[in-house]
């Protein structure tokens, strides 16, 4: 009798041990199963460039000698979603006259303040402040802002760090920007190589 146990359950061992294993899938199921990792990782491409970070091309020589034409940065989507826009950020944001046209300068006036540039110095309020981004000391051009700008509730007045070879806010046709046209903060610079690293704002 003890000799049958053991039989048994050696045989039950065996059987185990050398059995076909889990049954394969069909066709179909790794089908579906290919489908919808493919659909996940589309998702989750479109959420990234969507609400956390977009890559772009710098274009021109606005922001020169902070950022070169043909620059690649990446944007920071998200980061304002938990706080206001700062002084001297460098943003990316809709020209208001054709949406399908990104504009990245460096914001100066922040929602509420009153701008006005005099003989190149840019005052806040009446105060003139540090300006140490400017490519040049003196502007050929203060446009719309040698008289007092005040700025509205969720408005900002942007500039180029090239003064002198910029469209922004001192132009009519960009003019104060508003918080909704803001895309993101540029944060990243990855092209070329040589020139890789985070992207520096206030000092």
């Known amino acids: 009798m003890k000799q049958d146990t053991e039989k048994n359950k050696e045989e039950i061992f065996t ?5 076909d294993g889990p049954a394969k899938k069909p066709a179909w199921r790794e089908l579906l199963d290919t489908i919808l990792y493919l659909a996940g990782l589309v998702f989750v491409c479109w959420f990234i460039l969507t609400f956390i970070t977009q890559r772009t091309v710098v274009s021109g020589t606005s922001m020169a000698p902070t950022l070169d034409s043909g620059q690649s940065i990446f944007l920071d989507k998200v980061s304002y979603r938990f706080h206001d826009p700062e002084r001297f950020d460098i943003i990316v944001f ?11 300068k460096r914001i100066i006036g922040l929602p509420g303040e009153t701008v006005q540039i ?7 309020n009446g105060q003139p ?3 140490p981004y400017r490519a040049e000391p003196v502007m ?17 007045f942007v500039m180029g760090d090239n003064r002198n070879g910029s469209s922004d ?11 909704k046209m803001i895309i993101g903060r540029a944060f990243l610079r990855v ?12 000092q």
């Open 191 to 202: 092209w070329p190589l040589k020139s890789f690293g985070i992207i520096h704002h206030a």
């Open 140 to 156: 050929i051009s203060a446009g719309r802002a040698s008289q007092p700008i005040t700025l509205g509730e969720n408005e900002y």
């Open 94 to 104: 809709r020209y208001q006259n054709r949406r399908d046209r990104h504009y990245i």
């Open 15 to 19: 059987e185990t041990a050398i059995g």
């Open 129 to 131: 402040i540090d300006d």
């Open 118 to 124: 005099v003989d190149s110095v840019i005052y806040i």
């Open 169 to 179: 806010s001192r132009m009519e046709d960009v003019g104060n920007i508003t918080r």
